[in-house]
């Protein structure tokens, strides 16, 4: 996805239903989807060999491959971050050990391009699954040190990692055997992944799938359809199931720590990472009024549930119903170097994520994947509009609030994973080979989508009345209406620090102003019922204008 700008505390309020408020969120943002009725009889389904598990000669010859010096090779480039994996990193004292960042840019704060871990860890007797996030941080950082965890007896415990910059590469201090020892995958040799990297991912969704965990109903939505996973045509983008839930807090000398109860006392800012999962739990479920799928916090198991990335995939595993949008071979993240499908990488992406492997990386799977982002993606943005616009945007810098997010960030999957060349469509702007066209102001914001074929040009008119085809919406800003006593102070830091934002291409940054809340039209939350600590928005949505044009 492409990189999207960070927002401070731009969803503090949407997770509280899940108790982890997300702030900095830059990340490569990029596709949505919901299925019409209209559409419903073009919805294609892959259908993915039984294969579950990848050679473990390729996961540790993929592991064994990024060592410190493959990763010294590209620590010159702006964002491409390196993570230092300890020894015995699955033990208690392994996961409580600060892991080093490094790399040009990849500063553990608000104004750099951070990175961040999330860790499962499965009662293989029990099926619980717990949450913890292994704190990242730069050499020299100021930290508070780390919890440590309490584990079952008999544990399996797999760990993902996601950045704010453009890539993460994993190494260790051990010639690569600490690496191999907890089956690190990076990718295949000379290709990373990107910004996604895995430590015994498949190994955990192995044993977790074993034990049978409880998995959360996902309920049905305001929207009157089952509520979306990050399987669902209705969330994904170009490059799914990359990135964490995982939130850290800082203070404004940068000192840093796991996000729990007693260090947020202290450190008022937080850092999180822009994703789908972040998208998906802290957007598009509240929005919709469905809720995520939480686990105990290991890191502060009396505090509130968090959500994560292993929680999502195995939520979408057990219940995302036909069309399901596994890791496609176009998606960027598994070409290989020269920008071709690799078999060997797909597996391995989609193996440490909880998904099927397939026998070949096939033009026919990136396809369908394609043709269910014209049927049913698509379509979506627009049948979930009523509850997206006006709905806090994850990313100001590129769109004015949810709808116009999701639909520039559609319009960049489609022509990222090259479907405008998989997928025969006729284009009424045959200047844009899209479906949906992203319109932008002299700024760069989104402020309006244009459906751009025939039959989404059909659904806006049966949704807005004849003639309309092109929605804008026009928000006004977040403001802080008012904040307990007791966190007034605490707060202020929160709701006025800028935040750090970056994008793929350049790995540039620039500072945005934060704002938080749950954006809905008219919403006021008073300070009695929010409790303490907890940052009180008013947002009003002044209009909503659409625009006529001649189709």
Partial sequence: MVLAPGLLAVAAGLLAAIATPVAALPKRWAADGVTSSADAAAVTTETPTPTDTVNAAAVLAAAATTTAAAAAAATAVPGACTVTVPANAFTATGLSTPWLVSGNGCTQNLLGMPTFAECAVVDTTTGTIGIYSPLLINKGQNFIKPTVPTLPANNVVGCWFGTNGVSTTLVDANNGNDLAAAKCVNGIAGSIFGQFATCNGQAFFTAANAAKPTIAAL?????????????????????????????????????????????????????????????????????????????????DPTGPQVGSAALNELQAAALQAAPIALVPPNDPMVLDGNGNMNTQKLNL????????????????????????????????????????????TPDAVNAADLFTFLGQRYEASWMGLGC????????????????????????????????????????????????????????????????????????????????????????????????????????????????????????????????????
Avoid at 221 to 242: A, E, V, W
Avoid at 268 to 296: I, K
Avoid at 362 to 390: E, H
Avoid at 423 to 450: E, F, M
Wanted: hydrophobic share 40%.
């Fill in 219 to 299: 309920g049905t939505g305001n929207n009157g359809k089952t509520c979306y996973t990050t399987r669902s045509f209705q969330l994904i983008d170009m490059d799914p199931s990359d990135n964490m839930v995982t939130t850290y807090l800082v203070n404004a000398n940068n000192k840093i720590g796991q996000k729990t109860t007693a260090n947020a006392k202290t450190l008022t800012t937080e850092l999180n990472n822009g994703s789908d999962n972040v998208l998906l739990d802290a957007f598009m479920r509240p929005a919709l009024g469905c809720t995520a799928f939480t686990a105990t916090n290991l890191a």
């Fill in 349 to 392: 992406y989609r193996t440490a994520v909880n998904q099927p492997a397939v026998n070949a990386a096939t033009k026919a799977d990136a396809t369908t994947f394609c043709q269910n982002m014209l049927s049913v993606s698509g379509p979506s943005i627009f049948t979930d509009k009523q509850f997206t616009v006006g709905f806090v």
């Fill in 420 to 551: 405008m060349d998989l997928v025969q469509v006729t284009y009424i702007n045959k200047t844009v080979t899209a479906p949906i066209i992203a319109n932008r102001d002299g700024n760069g914001v989104t402020q309006s989508l244009t459906p751009n074929t025939a039959a989404l040009v059909a659904l806006v008119k049966g949704l807005n009345g004849a003639g309309v085809s092109t929605i804008s919406t026009t928000a006004a800003a977040a403001t802080t209406a008012a904040t307990t006593a007791a966190t007034t102070k605490a707060t202020a830091t929160t709701t006025t620090a800028a935040a750090a934002t970056t994008t793929k291409a350049t790995a540039a940054t620039t500072t945005a102003t934060t704002t938080s809340a749950k954006a809905v039209a008219s919403t006021t939350t008073t300070a009695a019922a929010a409790g303490a600590g907890t940052v009180i928005v008013t947002v009003t949505v002044t209009s909503v204008t659409v625009v006529t044009q001649t189709v």
